[in-house]
């Protein structure tokens, strides 16, 4: 069934964060610290793998070598700028902020501030990934939801680590991931046979720059607007369309 790859994803991080929650208190801070930041170490090496798709053969054979890597830094700047002024981050903060004061009891700034952080982050990180596209296209497109069974582990293991420090917010970041991997699928039912890869290999080594804002988030390095750089996703495979028209 196209689609069915979606909703294990979903139910996987609703199951993590539940468990999350569940055993979270009982974790002590030091505890649930190391492994936010073992998660945030592996979303920098997921990252710089991704990012190596600027050597992808079909990329590469359509821009150019020297072209590929000007083509990310192009889409993350002109989607930085578009982001920035669109004020996306503020804008998933508050629904967020709007989603804790509706649905938690507890209405402390602390409390808020974990849910919102639980919320963001763990959105971004379960949407941007390499496997979110690949796998929703793949299911799309009927060749299988391996991708996505793998994604939906990984995510799974993930939602419980994040939600035993920042709580249900994580949970709650399974509608994102369902509205964005379902619309991915619908994709590639429509069109995703005639996705070139090179546009492809573009949003995933711009996704892998994203991923490490990510990474550098949950390391507390700096608080990156990674939410502001989501248009880049969309930037990157219009910049890689142009040589497509060229030729």
Do not use: Y
Request: glycine share 14%; proline share 2%; net charge neutral.
């Amino acid at each position: 069934m196209i689609g069915l790859g979606t909703v294990i994803n979903v139910m996987a991080i609703l199951a993590g964060a539940s468990l999350g929650v569940l055993i979270g208190h009982r974790l002590p801070g030091r505890t649930r610290a190391t492994v936010t930041d073992g998660l945030g170490l592996l979303t920098l090496v997921i990252g710089a793998l991704n990012i190596a798709a600027i050597t992808d053969s079909d990329f590469v054979s359509l821009v150019g070598s020297s072209w590929t890597l000007l083509i990310v830094l192009g889409a993350v700047v002109i989607g930085g700028v578009v982001g920035s002024l669109l004020h996306i981050e503020g804008r998933l903060e508050r629904f967020a902020g709007w989603l804790q004061l509706r649905l938690a009891h507890d209405a402390s700034s602390e409390s808020r501030e974990r849910f919102i952080e639980g919320f963001v982050t763990s959105s971004l990180l379960f949407c941007i990934g390499p496997m979110a596209i690949l796998g929703s296209l793949s299911d799309g497109l009927g060749n299988g939801i391996d991708q996505l069974l793998l994604k939906s582990s990984l995510d799974m293991f993930a939602a419980l680590a994040f939600a035993a420090t920042l709580g249900w917010g994580v949970a709650l970041s399974a509608v994102p991931v369902g509205i964005w991997q379902g619309f991915l699928t619908v994709l590639g039912v429509a069109a995703g046979a005639f996705l070139p890869g090179a546009l492809i290999a573009a949003v995933t080594a711009t996704g892998g720059v994203l991923l490490l804002g990510i990474g550098l988030r949950l390391l507390h390095v700096r608080q990156i607007a990674v939410g502001d750089l989501l248009p880049a996703l969309v930037v990157a495979p219009v910049l890689t369309s142009l040589f497509l028209l060229a030729n």
